[in-house]
């Protein structure tokens, strides 16, 4: 409602908005997978792992890119906001053509997206834990977050070139489940939000306050 109400600007707010709708689509992938729903004849492990993915690169990598531009502003920052917020869906429409038979140069360039505007995001987190202004703790995060996040990348670059590269082809999705999840989901998505939540106002978390007329103001976030 936020993004119908008010357009693609501040970009920073799309970033955070986009995310929340991305959140939508993956909680709809988790119940289609407890329900045992295949979309398209996709195998089990893809559509758990898209529940997964959109709850990631769906959910967190937005909302953090929209942070990142909303404290760092810069031409970087841009892109990385629109390079997520584009790349998300782009990547699910690739992999879907590659399940159609449609071949898959369409999910490998949609992957190379994703993967670059998150190397955008990994830097601009080192660049913000290099700098003195923040707490040492957040700095820390913002650093471990993202070490972890390029490392996350790089494989889903790798991934997605496997057709194409034949070397690339040994890491499969159970290796990605193992190196790939467990480098966005422990070691970027925790200290990441962890390090946000040390410098983000806490009035962006607290509920709308109500009017002398009862109606209340949703908070800027």
Not at 81 to 89: I, L, M, S
Not at 117 to 132: D, F
């Given at each position: 409602m936020r993004l119908l109400g008010?357009?693609?600007?501040?970009?920073?707010?799309?970033?955070?908005?986009?995310?929340?709708?991305y959140l939508a689509v993956g909680a709809a992938w988790a119940v289609s997978d407890r329900l045992g729903f295949r979309p398209l004849d996709f195998a089990a492990v893809i559509v758990t792992l898209t529940a997964v993915h959109f709850h990631y690169a769906g959910f967190m990598l937005p909302i953090v890119a929209g942070h990142l531009l909303r404290r760092s502003p810069g031409a970087a920052a841009r892109?990385?906001?629109?390079?997520?917020?584009?790349?998300?869906?782009?990547?699910?429409?690739?992999?879907?053509?590659?399940?159609?038979?449609?071949g898959p140069w369409f999910?490998?360039?949609?992957?190379?997206?994703?993967?670059?505007?998150?190397?955008?995001?990994?830097?601009?987190?080192?660049?913000?834990?290099?700098?003195?202004?923040?707490?040492?703790?957040?700095?820390?995060?913002w650093a471990a977050a993202g070490l972890a996040l390029l490392a996350g990348m790089l494989l889903a670059a790798l991934y997605g070139s496997r057709f194409l590269v034949p070397a690339a082809r040994w890491l499969d999705i159970a290796w990605m489940q193992f190196l790939h999840g467990a480098a966005n989901t422990f070691g970027f998505a925790l200290p990441a939000l962890l390090g946000w939540y040390l410098v983000l106002p806490r009035a962006a978390a607290s509920p709308p306050a109500a009017s002398a007329s009862g109606s209340t103001e949703p908070p800027q976030r």
């Open positions: 008010r357009g693609s600007r501040p970009l920073w707010a799309l970033g955070v908005d986009a995310g929340l709708v892109v990385a906001v629109v390079g997520v917020v584009a790349g998300v869906p782009l990547l699910a429409a690739g992999i879907t053509a590659t399940q159609l038979g449609l999910e490998t360039v949609a992957a190379w997206i994703v993967a670059a505007a998150g190397v955008l995001v990994a830097g601009l987190h080192l660049r913000l834990a290099l700098r003195a202004e923040a707490p040492r703790a957040a700095r820390s995060l």
